[in-house]
């Protein structure tokens, strides 16, 4: 395998993609550098390139199956890589992990009852509890010396309430979190004792930064039906194609999710998602453990490079993902005004922490899965922002 070029520049205009076009449009200024959508600004491994283009030299596009190979090739994945073994008759393929999280609410809870969520979380699970007439019920993750922690003691009163489901986010988006061993037999613990569902969103599990293991909550579970959400899309690059998995243990569970995809008549089964899946999966490894060695150094990079030049900005240690959190309250800004500082002073595309909820006030999400050289700039021009600020 030839080396990666993680710092190669690659132009992404003419894609379509949503992070550079809709720049215009939701930042109002098509010139910041986008570091906000969660997609990385890296070329997805060659074997998937070259499995799409193989599949693209047959002039044939129409309707597909899921192959045996497609359902080996995530198995052995988690076996290999979670050391967590996964039974072929579990797998629901989804067309992503947002639909899915609707679709299990929709199968397996009634309107109006209560599904918990950990903000500041990724905001489409909220959404994903009251577009589905749920009762949305927050319980906000601490922050404890800069590092995120479950409410335990909360989460059991609001399960002992009758709250029927949790999202999990694990790893945890934004901030980054590994949840322990530990705290993962917390969860399970609760789940045992009030019949809590959980949901656990693990699209992040192979994106741990050194030091770190991601457990899935699933292998720890044993006797508790967890339902799991992954998918190759953030790990290679390559969620506009449109794939996940859930992993659904439980029989009636796994019917109930199928009747409501069923229902909507939609599906994953699309030529192209299934190559890249089954290439990422099968020989993207070595492309992955590059990545995470570059995102590692650029997350160290930036976390110098804050605490030497602007220590009012304080960038969180992160243990999984590539979407820094930077806390920003002591530059004393209001969300509003801390969005606009960021966009027109600065010239920086990000997400503001207010969108995830709860504890997601004064602080910002920012996408460092692109070239060191466009991160680096975008800290010097927030640098140079905030000095040509009157204070
Ligand atoms: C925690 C989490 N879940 C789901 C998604 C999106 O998944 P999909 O595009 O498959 O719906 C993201 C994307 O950023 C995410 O961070």
């Known amino acids: ?10 132009d992404r205009s003419g894609t379509y993609s949503l992070k550079y076009t809709a720049r215009q449009r939701l930042f109002g200024r098509e010139d910041a550098i986008p570091l906000w959508v969660a997609d990385m600004d890296f070329a997805a491994p060659q074997a998937v390139t070259q499995a799409l283009s193989a599949r693209a030299q047959h002039p044939l596009y129409g309707y597909s199956e899921y192959p045996p190979a497609l359902y080996q090739a995530i198995q052995q994945w988690f076996l290999r890589r979670h050391q967590w073994e996964i039974a072929a008759e579990h797998i629901v393929i989804c067309p992503g992990v947002v639909p899915s999280l609707h679709a299990t609410i929709i199968a397996l809870t009634q309107q109006a ?3 918990i969520v950990q903000p500041p979380v990724y905001f489409p699970f909220f959404t994903a509890v009251t577009e589905t007439q749920r009762t949305l019920l927050h319980n906000p ?3 404890v010396d800069d590092v995120y922690q ?8 609001q399960a002992a309430a009758g709250a029927k489901m949790l999202l999990l986010c694990s790893p945890h988006n934004p901030g980054g979190r590994v949840w322990s061993e530990a705290e993962l037999q917390q969860l399970l613990d609760i789940a045992r004792q009030y019949k809590l569902l959980i949901i656990s969103d693990e699209i992040h599990a192979d994106l741990v930064l050194t030091g770190r293991r991601h457990i899935p909550l699933a292998a720890l579970a044993e006797d508790v039906p967890v339902i799991t959400a992954v998918s190759a899309s953030k790990t290679f690059n390559i969620a506009g194609l449109g794939m996940s ?3 659904v243990p439980d029989a009636g569970h796994k019917k109930a999710i199928e009747s409501v995809f069923n229902t909507w008549h939609v599906s994953a089964a ?4 299934i190559e890249a899946t089954i290439a990422a999966y099968q020989q993207g490894e070595p492309w992955l ?4 060695e ?5 997350c160290q990079w930036v976390q110098q490079f804050f605490a030497t030049q602007l220590p009012m900005i304080r960038v969180l240690p992160i243990q999984a993902t590539y979407l820094l959190w930077l806390d920003c309250r002591a530059l004393q800004l209001n969300d509003r005004q801390l969005g606009r500082f960021f966009v027109e002073q600065a010239g920086v595309a990000m997400n503001p922490g207010v969108m995830f909820g709860e504890g997601g006030s004064g602080f910002m999400r920012m996408n460092i899965a692109a070239p060191r050289a466009i991160i680096e700039q975008a800290c010097r021009q927030i640098v140079a922002a905030w000095e040509a600020m009157p204070q």
């Open 1 to 10: 395998m030839s080396r990666i070029d993680f710092d190669q520049l690659i």
């Open 113 to 115: 009852d209560g599904v």
């Open 141 to 143: 993750l601490l922050l």
């Open 150 to 157: 479950i409410n335990f003691d909360q989460l059991a009163l």
């Open 245 to 247: 998995m859930l992993i």
């Open 270 to 273: 699309n030529p192209f998602s």
């Open 289 to 292: 453990d590059a990545l995470l």
């Open 294 to 298: 570059y995102l590692q150094q650029t």
